[in-house]
């Protein structure tokens, strides 16, 4: 993980505010940016990519900018696209993990080192990454099974990702431009890109850079300078805009920009560049798009888990009312419980997805989630409380809960809230391996767990708010779900 910015920056406690209930979040002059290039990286890890894949590719791609210069708005516009083009990503992680019987996150990231419109490449794609402990009979199975699918298939794989990301991108109220560029991400010059094949300028030019940026850095990031440039010239007229080509060409020499690309510290790289005259802070609405715009990419990953950020959201503020938590705190405690699991971008669906229960090495996979929430989220420094409590909201009273193991004396009321609505909110939910619970059941486990597991307090308040709120099943909804997913299988 990324470990370029300080996250040292706590929430000042409020005077006169009880130390429960000060605020998560110190809300004036974040920067948008800041935001948006730390979640990026949850989406480089959904995809399989190193670190900073997004960062790289909006550096490259805002290198070409400055040399075809863009108007600012339409650099403002190309910013965003390019650190938020794969928003739709996690959308079809469980599909690519079913269809391979692999790792989605090294499948998508080898087939971004392929040329897929070769057919020899996908297939030897294919048997490189299907099933990849299996016999040769397992592979051609999986690889019969893909190649039955047809190409309809991956071009609707790739419309549903590229429509997705480009309506998150509306919700978070980027430019149309924004949207659009994520939109033809997948566009060839040549016109045999997906979804549309949209040929030449037909397809938007802030949609030429990112598709080129991306492929650069990933080339560059693997192979080198020499390597990702030979791609670029391979593919010129093909894949990629041939002036766009010719101008990357040009940057050959800029040997400082390259191994910028290479800094620890992408962090403060990417603010450089940001656009002047265009830098955006987030407000306390801005904040909210931006928690619900990621809840939707975490329940996105898995058909079993779908609603589940939102739903514990809900859950959360529910109970926190309870206990008369001022709204300030109530609104920071919803972002917090919709991006909680923003970790579990990073474990496989193969492991998510399972029909059976995880094993011990699936469980230690499973285990590291909240820690990969907590390490994206306090990249934003005025996160840093949020992240604290993100992270911690496996842990347990007793100090057998995870990450980090501790116990009551380091979990505040806040955390113990998220944990209550976040295990309530499991239970109620069906899994690959065991049906939805009924609320009594719920009641009863927590019951037998509290001042153990959870916290007591909290778990009265739950059942004063399920008193009177009742939670309504997502059951429906999540079977539905799993029904399209295998529908498409
Ligand atoms: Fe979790
Ligand atoms: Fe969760």
């Known amino acids: 993980m990324p470990t370029c910015l300080s996250s040292d920056v706590f929430v000042q406690p409020a005077a006169g505010v009880p130390a429960k209930f000060q605020r998560l979040i110190v809300t004036p002059n974040i920067r948008f940016s800041e935001i948006i290039s730390a979640l990026s990286v949850a989406l480089d890890i959904t995809q399989g990519h190193p670190q900073g894949h997004c960062i790289r590719t909006a550096l490259i791609g805002m290198r070409l900018a400055d040399v075809l210069r863009l108007p600012p708005p339409d650099c403002s516009a190309l910013f965003y696209a390019l650190l938020l083009k794969d928003l739709g990503c996690s959308s079809n992680a469980a599909k690519m993990a079913y269809l391979f019987g692999a790792d989605d996150h090294l499948v998508k990231r080898a087939a971004r080192m392929i040329d897929w419109t070769n057919a020899g490449q996908c297939l030897k794609h294919c048997w490189n990454n299907c099933v990849p402990e299996g016999s040769p009979l397992e592979k051609l199975l999986k690889i019969a099974a893909i190649v039955k699918q047809g190409p309809a298939s991956s071009r609707g794989v790739i419309k549903t990702r590229c429509e997705r990301?480009?309506?998150?991108?509306?919700?978070?109220?980027?430019?149309?431009?924004?949207?659009?560029?994520i939109l033809d991400l997948d566009e060839h010059w040549n016109g045999r890109g997906n979804p549309h094949g949209l040929k030449g300028e037909r397809i938007s030019l802030l949609g030429r850079v990112c598709c080129l940026a991306q492929t650069v850095e990933v080339f560059f990031t693997a192979y080198g300078l020499e390597a990702a440039l030979d791609v670029a010239c391979?593919?010129?007229?093909?894949?990629?805009?041939?002036?766009?080509?010719?101008?990357?060409?040009t940057l050959r020499r800029e040997s400082i920009f390259w191994e910028r690309l290479l800094s620890a510290n992408l962090f403060a790289e990417i603010s450089r560049v940001e656009p002047e005259g265009a830098v955006l802070l987030a407000d306390d609405d801005c904040l909210d798009r931006v928690a619900e715009a990621f809840a939707l990419v975490v329940d996105a990953k898995s058909p079993w888990?779908?609603?589940?950020?939102?739903?514990?959201?809900?859950?959360?503020?529910?109970?926190?009312?309870q206990f008369g938590c001022p709204v300030d705190l109530e609104r920071d405690l919803r972002r917090t419980a919709l991006l909680h699991d923003i970790g579990k971008l990073g474990v496989s669906n193969l492991i998510l997805d399972k029909?059976?229960?995880?094993?011990?090495?699936?469980?230690?996979?499973?285990?590291?989630?909240?820690?990969?929430?907590?390490?994206?989220?306090?990249q934003v420094a005025a996160f840093g409380t949020l992240a604290e409590v993100a992270g911690a909201h496996h842990e347990r009273l007793d100090g057998r809960g995870y990450h980090r193991g501790v116990s009551a004396g380091e979990i505040?009321?806040?955390?113990?809230?998220?944990?209550?609505?976040?295990?309530?909110?499991?239970?109620?939910?069906?899994?690959?391996?065991?049906?939805?619970?009924?609320?009594?059941?719920?009641?009863?486990?927590?019951?037998?767990?509290?001042?153990?597991?959870?916290?007591?307090?909290?778990?009265?308040?739950?059942?004063?708010?399920?008193?009177?709120?009742?939670?309504?099943?997502?059951?429906?909804?999540?079977?539905?779900?799993?029904?399209?997913?295998?529908?498409?299988?």
């Open 412 to 489: 505040p009321w806040v955390t113990r809230v998220l944990t209550v609505a976040d295990v309530c909110e499991a239970m109620s939910a069906a899994r690959p391996y065991r049906d939805a619970m009924p609320w009594d059941q719920i009641r009863q486990i927590l019951a037998n767990d509290a001042g153990r597991g959870v916290d007591p307090d909290c778990l009265h308040a739950l059942e004063r708010w399920q008193d009177r709120h009742e939670l309504a099943s997502r059951l429906e909804a999540q079977l539905s779900e799993v029904d399209r997913l295998l529908s498409e299988l």
């Open 355 to 378: 029909r059976g229960k995880p094993t011990d090495v699936e469980y230690a996979q499973i285990r590291k989630h909240p820690e990969y929430s907590q390490r994206i989220l306090e």
């Open 234 to 249: 391979q593919r010129r007229g093909e894949w990629f805009d041939p002036d766009l080509v010719d101008l990357l060409l």
């Open 165 to 181: 990301g480009a309506n998150i991108a509306r919700m978070l109220q980027l430019p149309e431009a924004t949207a659009t560029a």
């Open 305 to 321: 888990t779908y609603q589940h950020s939102t739903r514990v959201a809900e859950i959360a503020v529910g109970v926190a009312r």
